[in-house]
């Protein structure tokens, strides 16, 4: 059962309705990968504003050796276009690895050939940035069906 | 002074110079983070100014190299668009556009606009920020008519 407690959002130990929602809670875990430390303060800070502990990656390699060192992430936010790895690449192998996490691509290209070819590297919805509070809200409602 | 600040940011509105993006900033400003939009629009002008230079000295070759220059502006108009400067925002979509056609002097013109457009909005936003420490805290962002 996912429990939205004083505005932040929590998920239960069971997918049974619990007398006190605070047992046995973890918060849910997000990576914001971006080249542009801007949009990474921001999407950070919007998704911390929703109780998510948030860390971030410059780019799709760094992203990859965070999830080989063992980290594991609720949901990713990947930009698309990044130096050393881009955000179709990184999707591409963070798959391949088993990664089952909610990858969220992010672009400022509003294309939808681009937006697609994104998506069909294994992305689970992908959205135009900057992120806004509707757009996080919509993704974390997703992720909320995921985790049930 | 809250009135002061609240008719700054009505005219920044309506003079176009910032969207909605920026009110979607100042939502995020809480007790915690009380300066989060000033934070944040520091951070632009400081990690722009290299993209500014960028542009600059890309600007100087002969011939142009449009797909470099494309991508600085692509990263340019990014950020902007992230702290909401609007103006900003609109040279940066033209400037791609010439680069788009290979129009060099559409290029060089543009930039020279985009630069003023910059410049004046960061004078803006230092009286803004400037007030808005005066005033002290709101209770929530204020939304522009």
Known sequence: MVVYLAGKMVIGSSKKVVADPIEEVRRICA????DDPLVRRIHGMLLARYGLET????????????????????????????????????????????????????????LEAEKEA????????????PLNAEAVISVLDELAKKLL | MQRQLANMK?????????DEQFIQLEELQDDANPNFVEEVVTLYYRDSARLIQNLEQALEKNPLDFGKLDSYMHQFKGSSSSIGAKRVKIECTQFREYCRTGNAEGCKKTFQQLKKEYATLKKKLEVYFQVARQAGPVEKACRPK
């Open chain 1, 55 to 110: 860390e971030a990656a410059e780019n799709g390699k760094e992203a990859i050796d965070l999830f080989l060192s063992g980290k594991t992430f609720d949901l990713v936010l990947m930009d698309m276009e990044m130096p050393v790895m881009d955000g179709l690449q990184a999707t591409q192998r963070l798959r391949g690895m088993g990664v089952s996490s909610m990858i969220v691509g992010v672009t400022a290209r509003g």
């Open chain 1, 118 to 129: 994104f998506m069909a590297t294994g992305l689970d919805a992908c959205c135009v940035k």
């Open chain 1, 31 to 34: 990576l914001v990968v971006d």
């Open chain 2, 10 to 18: 009505q005219s920044l509105f309506d003079q176009g110079y910032l």
